[in-house]
């Protein structure tokens, strides 16, 4: 597939991406987390294309769960995934975290989106596919070891 096809924004509008991100990942691994999702706001409070809009969301979306914003982060992955591309790996590792937020709030209803990310993971070719899938059974064995035979 070619790039165009895959991100519709410039190499400018991924480079100011990419330093929003790294402003944001220093205050976060200096606890500043109130000011990291300030700096990611501020970029999404701008028209973004939607590669890079689902970019941020999801990126959000993990400082608001370790703040234990739950209800946020799932609301912002929910829009993240409307916005990733089918068959996408972006779309695969949305749908893993939706996964994950459903355990950390300890909803049973998990395996309806492992199952999206299954479907997802099964809609590429192989090999990719294969791994995949792989690691989405992985994940959900290392938050479910009840599922373990």
Known sequence: MPILEMNSSSDHEWLDWLAVQKKALRLRTRGCLAEALA??????????????RCDALAF????????GELVLAKT???CARALALPASYRRYTIELGLAGLGVVAGRQAVSVVFQASL????????????????GAGVYLLRIHPAATP
């Open 76 to 78: 912002d992955r929910q």
């Open 39 to 52: 700096e990611i706001n501020v970029f999404l409070d701008l028209e973004q294309p939607s590669d890079l």
């Open 60 to 67: 959000r979306a993990m400082i608001e769960e370790e703040q």
């Open 119 to 134: 479907i997802t993971a099964g809609s590429r070719p192989i090999p990719s596919r294969q791994v995949w899938a792989s």
